[in-house]
């Protein structure tokens, strides 16, 4: 009897350890797809942006809707900033008007005369007086994003400016002020543009003078 009992435990120990093994290969199965999967998809949204931002599929039109029937944007550190400073530079502006703003910064990365990188244009002169770039960088106030939905929607701005979209609406502007001020530098750049609250301006090229 003893014995019949020891044979009992045996069989179920076994079919315990079996059941477990093959719960974890099917979980680690299932670990192994979902990665598959996300990367495909990560894959898949960055062909989208891209195909969109290179004119292959339709054009981009400058509406909340046309953006919010793309995909959520990914991406890493360069994505962050640009979305940022869209976020807190021109969150009220029209969709034109915030592209129009993308514009400019990411006219400066294309410029010697500025940092080379998304996030170096943004940050110039940080932590200096007088000397930041974009106002919310040092104005003192803390960033932070309430409007989610809105920032969701500049992300894919960001998103299609950096893979690297025609820029026409600006006339390689490298500045830009809100209509209710006037900085010195609007007296002398040529203005290139006006689109919602924001001028344009592209800061001319230096003359060598003998």
């Known amino acids: 009897m003893k014995h019949l009992i020891f044979v009992f435990i045996a069989m179920v120990l076994a079919q315990s350890v079996t059941a477990e093994a093959v719960s974890g290969d099917l979980a680690s199965m299932i670990r192994k ?8 998809s990560k894959t898949r949204v960055d062909s989208l942006f891209r195909r969109v931002s290179t004119g292959k599929v339709g054009s981009v039109e400058y509406t909340r809707s046309f953006l919010d029937g793309l995909p959520a944007a990914s991406g890493g550190k360069s994505l962050t900033c640009l979305s940022e ?3 807190f530079e021109a969150r009220g502006e029209t969709v034109k008007g915030q592209f129009a703003v993308a514009e400019v910064i990411m006219n400066r990365v294309a410029s010697s005369r500025y940092p080379d990188s998304v996030c170096g244009v943004i940050n110039q002169g940080t ?3 007088f000397a930041c770039q974009f106002t919310y960088t040092c104005d003192g106030i803390a960033e932070k994003i309430n ?3 809105t920032y969701a929607r500049l992300r894919k701005i960001a ?3 950096l893979l690297d979209m025609p820029k026409k609406l600006t006339k390689g502007a490298t500045h830009y002020h809100t209509k209710a001020v006037s900085p010195n530098w609007s007296r ?7 689109i919602g ?4 301006y592209r800061q ?3 003359v060598v003078r003998n």
């Open 33 to 40: 797809d979902e990665a598959t999967l996300a990367k495909l």
């Open 85 to 87: 400073a869209l976020y």
């Open 127 to 129: 932590g200096r007086k």
């Open 147 to 149: 409007e989610k939905a």
């Open 159 to 161: 998103k299609l400016m």
């Open 188 to 194: 002398v750049f040529p203005r290139t543009a006006t």
């Open 197 to 200: 609250v924001h001028h344009f």
């Open 204 to 206: 001319p090229t230096r």
